[in-house]
């Protein structure tokens, strides 16, 4: 029987939650005698197509629920879990019958899913996840943004930022499904010194360079809320802490970009502000009211490529409440 791990895209932290997941189910479950994997990203519309959903086990990792009942297996850690109340009271119902109470989990407490998985597997299953600390250590830091510095995080001298980057820029569906399996298997270091990880990394940092110099010609800081827009050079990633990096004194950072699928609004807070958490803007809830969502203190927004305008909208109601909210 075939697991099929569907996982968000693009995402250092979703890799890795599919990679401890395809561990924990091997060594734990051990229903499955194949694994594959499938990437999703949020985008305008839907987010699942069914028919995606394999005939063996189907588990969803660091990503929002889905109430098909072909799905075994679910975990997330995000604000914005539910794409409706309906898919919040499916969950709820599973759990309060016991149906569904060790297949699937959701807390938000949580900085990382892979943090979520890895506790899931060691106190309900007896999963020995020692050997896994570096891996849920940096998929912490990453997803929670909790780099000792703006600097650490743009100059990405760690081999899981240099992955991060690789994994964020990927282009087709082929790339992080092949890194998957390594991920609980190696270190960082030896996952990054695989040859085509090494063929991407040169180019990637050369375009990471030049994606630094674009922000700060089009960065601004105004009433302490950053802004720029580059949706004139189409680019499927770019590391978010660069605005940060470029100034410093910024509280919030909203950036308009575009890639092949999406026009894209990014709503960040500056994980090394001064202010203390009860002064700052809960950002998943913005986002939620444009259909995004996130953690409170970086989310997102999707459109469709042709709807730069109602981003742009977003973007500026978005900068209006956020100046206000910083004084």
Known sequence: MDCRIFFH??????????????????????????????????????LFDEAEFGGGENAIVDFKYSASPKVTWW???????????????????????GSQVLRKFYDATYTSCTGLIADIARDKFGMNVAPLQELIHWANI????????????????EPAMKLTMVIESS??????????????EMSL??????????????PLMARHWAGLE?????????????????????????????PYYLHPEGTYNVGLSKSSFRVKVSVGTNPWT???????????????????????RVGAISFPPDREDAARAAVAEILAELQGADG
């Open 171 to 184: 282009s087709g569906n082929e790339l992080v499904p092949r890194l998957i399996p390594l991920l609980t």
């Open 75 to 97: 975990f997330d850690h995000h604000l914005s879990a539910f794409l409706t109340g309906e898919d919040e009271a499916d969950f709820r119902r599973g759990q309060a019958d």
């Open 142 to 157: 990453v997803d929670g943004a909790k780099y000792e510095s703006a600097k650490a995080a743009v100059e990405m001298a």
């Open 214 to 242: 674009l922000i700060r010609e089009r960065a601004r800081l105004e009433r302490g809320v950053i802004t720029f827009d580059i949706t004139d050079q189409p680019t499927e990633g770019y590391n978010k802490f660069i």
């Open 274 to 296: 001064t202010k203390t958490a009860d002064e700052l803007v809960n950002l998943a809830a913005i986002c939620e009211r444009y259909g995004g969502g996130g953690h409170a």
């Open 9 to 46: 895209d693009k995402c250092f932290d979703g890799a890795c939650s599919a990679s401890l997941f395809m561990r924990f189910h091997r060594e734990c479950v051990k229903t499955a005698d194949s694994f594959s994997f499938r990437g999703l990203v949020h985008r305008a519309g839907g």
């Open 189 to 202: 270091q030896e996952v990054l010194e695989q040859e085509f990880v090494q063929e991407l990394l040169g």
